[in-house]
């Protein structure tokens, strides 16, 4: 089974300021990576995806890149704004199967 | 392109009763997953279709609950006999998928509050 992990759980950090979220999997067969927001009680927007034979995407001031031999991916956010608090979270599928697999998220906090 | 959307977006119901949800995708979208939410966790992986075809389904998913999705389009998730623990978010996402390619869109979800 693929267990996923982000760290941090949370994270606060003033406005302006570039900063990095990290998601870990334990299984490297995977075939898209996706990071997503969520705002509290309501559902998932999609950020970034990136297929396994990708190393990397960016939206505007989004960038995450993706190392499967390590078994990591990087979200980095620069220049944060307060609008940019909410929990982010990521989700890969493999394979060898069709579900997507979350980590727990990491909550930020943009302090203005 | 209106999104994916989920119907109720709150539902409370009391133990014992039967519930059922309803989801519509993204209309050109041949994948439809279910998931549920608890709170400070990540979505769970429920069970998924493609068209009409429920081709996966989780352990979570017990035989109280039923999933369907008639002619490839809207799908309903059903619980029956709710339980205290049935309470979450159950969230609904959809994807047209390619070779290499399967980014998923969510809806706003049906927050479930059984009493």
């Known amino acids: 089974k693929q267990e996923v992990t982000q760290i941090p759980a949370a994270l606060s950090v003033p406005e302006g300021e570039n900063l990095v979220l990290n998601c870990s999997f334990t299984?490297?067969?995977?075939?898209?990576l996706q990071w997503f927001r969520q705002d509290p009680g309501k559902g998932l927007t999609s950020l970034l995806l990136i297929q396994s034979s990708q190393r990397e995407q960016t939206s505007g001031r989004l960038n995450a890149s993706l190392d499967k031999s390590s078994g990591r991916s990087t979200l980095y956010i620069a220049a944060s704004q307060p609008g940019d608090s909410a929990t982010y979270l990521c989700?890969?599928?493999?394979?060898?199967?069709?579900?997507?697999?979350f980590g727990t998220g990491t909550s930020l906090t943009v302090i203005p | 392109d209106t999104g994916v959307s989920q119907n109720p977006r709150h539902k409370i119901t009391k133990r014992g009763q039967n519930v059922t949800f309803r989801c519509d995708p993204i209309?050109?979208?041949?994948?439809l997953y279910w998931y549920r939410q608890t709170l400070g966790q990540g979505p769970e992986f429920l069970t998924y279709?493609?068209?009409?075809?429920?081709?996966?389904k989780s352990r979570l998913l017990s035989d109280r609950f039923s999933a369907e999705r008639p002619k490839g389009s809207f799908s309903t998730l059903e619980i029956q006999r709710t339980e205290q623990g049935d309470s979450a978010m159950y969230l609904c996402a959809s994807s047209l998928v390619t070779p290499g390619h399967n980014e998923q869109f969510f809806g706003p979800g049906t927050r479930l509050t059984v009493l």
């Open positions: 299984d490297s067969a995977i075939y898209n």
């Open positions: 279709f493609q068209n009409e075809a429920q081709l996966e």
């Open positions: 989700a890969v599928d493999l394979w060898t199967g069709n579900q997507f697999y």
């Open positions: 209309s050109e979208h041949n994948r």
